[in-house]
Structures are given as C-alpha cells and as structure tokens.
C-alpha cells in the first residue's frame, strides 16, 4: 500500500522539484557572487585552522599528485556525525563499508571486501594496524579520539613502494593533530539509541617553552542490532581507551612526538562453536575481552629545505579473548626515512623497516593454528626519486621497495608515475604499480572445521604464496575556481596468484576420533582483474554551503576457478555507489549537514541495494558549548550491509538518533 | 513523508535500483531546497567554515587578533591602531574593520600606512601594533633599536625579525599561519601579553 502511495507522490514531484532545483542553483551562484564572509569575526581558534592559500602548499601537493587520493579534514569528520573511523571512511569515494554488526566492519578499496579484507592497509600516526593472523584491520580494537584527528588521507590503487606489503588496493592514513593544536579542555558526552551513552575528555596543556601534550580518555557503549539468524542479540559492545601524545620541539631542526593508548573493551557476538561431547555444531552467544596498547616515539630531524630524516620506533599489542580463537600479538616496529636532494631536479626519499610480530593463539575445533605460537620478522628498504622535467609543470617518480618475510622471502614492489600539470587548473596523471598481499598466518598454519562429525577437519595447506597485483591507473583533476574541484580516476588491476580453495576427495580417518576427512586446501590458481573509475566533485557554494557529489564503480572478473569461487570473489563489493553531502550553515550558529549514499547489491550475499540518510544538526550555543542530534539511517527501519557467508550471521542495521554535547575551554 | 517511508520490495532488480536512485535523489534535493529556502539571507555565524584564504588576509586577521592579547598602559587613547612600515601587501583587507569598533573593546580601529622613511618617534606617538614589511628588512635592528622600550607590539613575517629584536614574527607551517615570539623584547616594552600568545607560539625564544 505503502508502495503504491509513494510512485504517484515521487511523479507529482517531480516537475516541482526539477523548478526548485534550477531555483537552488540560481540561488547558490547568487550566494557564490557574494562577497566572503568576514575572516575578522572568527574566534582566534578558527583563524589558526585556516589553510593558507598559496601555489604550493598542501592543497596544492594533493591536487598534483599522481595517485588517485581524497583528503577528509577535521572539519568534515566533525560534521559527518560520524562516531567512528570506519563509519567516517563511509563517506569517502571508492571505499567500501559495510557494518557487519556492532564491532565488526567490512572494510575495503576497490574490491574484495571481507570482514577481514587484506587488501588494505590502514595506519594511525604511522603505526599499522594490519592484523598478521587474518589479514587486514580489526576495527573493534583501532579507535581514535576523533576529535583530535586531524585529517584522513584515503589513496586508492596500490602503495607497496611507500607503504609494504598488503598495501595492495588502498591505503588509509590517520592522522592526529600535532598536540600543540589540542590545548585546553575538550569535554563531550551523549546518548543515543543506538551509541547508548558515550563520552571523552581531553587536557591540552605545555611543559616549559617548546613541548606540549594532550591526555584523554574516552568511553563508548553500543547496542546490539536485531540478528535474522539468532534468537540471542548479543553484539554489544563497550570500549574504554586513553592515551597521551607528546611534541616536543628541541631545536630549529629537531622535533620529537612521544605517544601512547590503552584500552579495553568487550564484543559480543554469536557463533557457532563444536561442542566436545557430541562433536556438533551449537550456537553460543559470548562477550569477549579485547585489550592493547601502543607507544611510539618519532624524531624528525631537519638537515635543510630539501633535506630531512624521521626516525620512528613504536610497539603495539593487540589481545582478542575470543572463544572461537583467543590471540595476542605483539608488534615492535622500526622505520628510518631520509630525503635529500643531490641534484636539483631529484628528490630523492629512502628508507629502512624492520617489523618483529610474536602471536600466541588459543584455538578450538572450529579454528586453531598449527603451531599456536609464532615470530614473523618482515625486513625491507624503498628507494623512490621524483623526477622534476619541467619544474611545476611534468614530474616522474620512479621507485621500489623490496621487502623479505619469512613465508616467501624476497618481494618487490615498483611503481612508475607520472604528472603533467600544464596550468593552474588542471592535473593529469598516470601510474603503473606492482604490490603484493603476503599469506596470513591463518591461510598458512590455519586448521578449521567446517562440517560437525563424522564429516570434519580441513586443512589448509602451508605453502600458500603472496597474491600479486600490477595496476594501471590515470587520473584527472580539474579547478576551474578555487571553489570547485573535479576529480576523475579509472584503473585496470590484473592480479594473479589469487587466493584459491581445492577441495579433495573425502578419505576415513581413524584418529583421534573416527571421521571423514574433508580437506580443502589454499592454493595460489585464480587470476582476474578489476576495472572501474572514482569520480567526485566538491563545491563551495558560498563559505556557508559545500557540496560533494561523487561516484565509484568497479567489475571484477575472476578466472581459472570453480564458478563459486568466482562468485565468492566478485560478489562481495558494490558495483555502484553514490555519494551525496551537503554541509549548510544557518542563521543562528546552526549547522544541517546532510549525507547520503547508496550502495549497490552485493550478489554473493545477497544483500539488496540500500539508501542510508545521515542527517546531523549542530548548534553553536556558544564558543564553549556545541550541542548537535544525528540521526543515521534515517531510510529505512533496518538493513543487512554484509554477512560473512550467504545465510550467516546476518545483522540488521536500524535507524539510529543520538545526541552530543561539546564544551571546550 | 510517504518519499522517505517506503521501502516496499520492487519487480525487477533493474526496477530496483531505479526506484531507490530517483529516490535517493529527490529525497536529497528536497531537504537541500529545504535548507536553502531557510537560509535565504544567511546571517555571519561564529562558525564559519572558511577554509582557505589568502596569506595576507589571515596575517591582517592575526594582527587584528593580536589587538586583543595584548594590554597597553595608556587607557585614555579612544582608538587602537595598527601601523604598517615599508611596502603594503595588506591591499584592502582591513577597509572592513578599518574605522569601526574592534572587536570586545569600544576602541575604534585605525590603520596607518607609513613610508619607510618616517621617523621611530611617529610610530612611538602613533601605533599599537607595528608590522614591519619584509621590505625593511636591511633596517630592522636599527628601527627595534629605536623602538627599545616603547608600548609597540614589533611583527613581522621576514626571517631574522626576532634575531634582530623583534618580537613576533609570523610564518607559515603545514599551510597553516603559525608565529614566533621573543620574551625577552615583549618584556622589555612593558607590554601585558596573555600568555595564550606564549602558549600557541612554534617557538619561545629569548633574543636579546
């Protein structure tokens, strides 16, 4: 009925809104002719976040590269309403996003999404986040205060030469603000139907002349979300984390950042677990611990203009007390930068990285690794030279980084750019880029059953090698005026060595239990590759409206399997989506912003198309007091973004409202 | 709000994906109209995102800024001026604020411009806040010189300001406008500076 209600009311619609359309733009060149608004009424906070405008600064350096990047600023995650890092990354074009439930996310670039997607490579403050177990980024433990983030920088298309090993599809940078910008008190805290109650409190303050710190602390409790497949909704989940950062300017030359966070929290979740009596599949419902900690101290030193070196050492620790598989891995990792300019048409940058990983595993029937414990070392040095030809106008960078991990030794990773900026308003570029994604220690020392007794155990098998990508990539950018950006990129990825499943004949064990054997072995027999394009564009209407309109489209073919595998492959990652946002200022301090995205079918899952509305309203009650409500979803009672396999686990993701209350001193 | 309601399942998958695209677009131009019939004539609001603005035009609103950290001892003047020594590269950035009341005070703001060739006495008389263009450059140490001991907030954005006594010198670091400031000459004038220009600053330095 609904239904039949609503087509008539969108025809009549229509024409009205087709009028008010060419109203809005009139209205929006009326407000663009309008001279700026004035820079003098802004508190002194402000002024100092204002990016100064000239030929070479950051701004610039974004719209020159070759690569294919967006930069979300402070301002914008703010204004997203967003609540956390991945659920920001929603918003960004060619990333792929989809909430699992409440502390899991399926999160990737250009294809193969997966809760454990390994194609991507997400760091914080320059400390990977990578998980060596099962590949990729486990976002119920990486959290942020996101207020003290001073900007996320997404590359799509691969970074091996900078960035190492399963930087295959994409890199997230995040980065936080430098704690001189964080002085003072920041308190916030809200409550919501779904965010039930959550809060964070932040100090800014000196030590002496030339050092400044912040401390914080924050806390978040999550509801659960209505489960299809259980009766028990129980994915929680709660989080308590606090940290530090120190920067410490010695000298002209020398600098140093000393930072650190601890945190606890606990998931729940449902799954499925094989009971030891009867040898079959039952569901449990847990909440599970999850603990770590980092500390990272960099020193950058400065030899001239041209010429610098960081040199950064962190440690981190990651606990997950999951029944299905309780891991610790501890990380130690060493990075060494040098740029330096021998001639004056090359800048050259190369570093030194050594990463030490110990895990410790706790399995069970459905999942353990043989042998539970194990060291990884991962050793490598890149060399890159960007080539000036014409200066300010044609650059080439070439580069490699050649990298040796105890699974398969020797990897290198090449890549060839080139930049061709021939006025002020336009950039092309083009790239071509090898990247490898090494094996995880599940695909190599993995053992899981998939099938409950007599039917059980499959093995994988331990010689699995890296997957491998070269791809092509050009890109576009074009500023007519300093309000408008349009950015184009298209690639072509082939990759080969693709991760594939041989399953082999049932054969009868006696030991330690009857059964028949089921064993599926991982082996490196798929190839495909991927096309598609990203294309966004960002307006400032007038210094009170930004628009940004974007759209990401990728097709994954697979080849050299069976057909379900290929499904398997192709079938997780939106073909199609479409991003809108509109940040507004209104009369009286107020702020509407608005986004909405769609995301298309994902065909081996099954999950149909969806809308999702954020709409976030803030008001500036004073320079002490920001109160803003947000309401997620706000479409659709509830949605399934992802499940892990067709028919599993599948949560739906309701229509959400909560409200927050900033005080800064 | 039947646009937004619906999520009935449609025919075809084709159908699908139609029906919620044109929908998705509607509902995003309606509320955007929304906003903008609202906000016919927005108003200034504190929160203002501007995000990018020439180099000159943020370092005219420090300065302006700089107005209200600082207290000079003499209460009986009804205006506080800012003075710009040497080469102008202000253009009109100030004629906005230029004569009217400067912001959290009853002062009337005035703007000088003074030749190079003026005397040390005239900005002494005339001005609150001196900005020195990198033109002067070569005259820096002898024009701090003379200004020793007078109520004179000294900036400027040329490099070697503070090595030659000045006491603020403005510069730019990752696109944003950042300054340094030198303790010992703001003390030596006898200006009450808060200690947020202390605090913020890139660097403290103590330069005779």
Redo the contacts between chains.
Sequence with gaps: MLHYKTRPAGRILRPVWLALTTLMLISGGAHAARKDASIFDLAFEEILDIHIMTASKKPEDLFTSPASATVLTAEDIRRSGATSIPEVLRMVPGVEVARINTGSWAVSIRGFNNEHANKLLVMIDGRSTYNPLFAGTRWDVHDVMLEDVDRIEVIRGPGGTLWGSNAVNGIINIITKNSRDTQGVLATGGVGSHEQEFGALRYGGTVGRSAHYRVYAKYFNRDDTPSKTFSDDADDHDHLQGGFRLDWRIDDANSLTLQGDVFSGHVGRNGWKISRRTLAFQDFTEHFATRGGNLLGRWSRSFSETSDMTLQIYYSREVHKERLLKETINTTDIDFQHRFRPFKSHEIVWGLNYRYSNDHTDGTLVLFLDPEDRDLQLYSGFIQDTITLVPERLSVILGIKAEHNKYTDMEYQPNIRIAWTPNTENTLWASVSRAVRIPSRVERNGINNIAAWPFMLSKNKNDIKSERVVAYECGYRFRPAPNFLLDLSLFYNRYSNYRSQTNIPAFFVAEPVPHIELAKFYDNDMDGETYGLDISATWDVSSDWRLFAGYSFIDIHMHNATSSQHNQREGRSPENQVYLRSYLNLPGNVELDIILKYTDNLTHVKIHSYTRLDVRLGWHISRQWELSIVGQNLIDSGHVEYVNRAGSRSNEIERRLYTKLIWRY | M?????????GT?VH??C??????V????????L??L???E??????????????Y??K???L??FL??VTWQETASKTLSICIIGDDPFRDYFS??EGKPV?ATDRHLVINRMHSGKTISDCIVRCHVLFISASEQERFADMVKKLDHAPVLTVSDAEGFLESGGMIRLL?Q?????WEINQTAVKRSGLKVSS?L???A???VNRP
Excluded: D, W
Excluded at chain 2, 19 to 24: N, Y
Excluded at chain 2, 42 to 55: F, G, H
């Design positions: 039947g646009i937004i309601g619906s999520h009935a399942g449609h998958l699908v994906k029906a919620s695209t044109c929908r998705f509607q509902v995003f131009l309606c509320v955007l109209l906003g903008t609202v906000c016919g927005p108003r200034r609001s504190a929160a203002k995102p501007i995000r990018e603005a020439a180099e035009k943020v005219a609103a420090y302006y800024n209200m950290f906005e604020v912001k730019s990752g696109g944003k406008l950042r947020l202390y605090q913020s890139l660097r403290v």
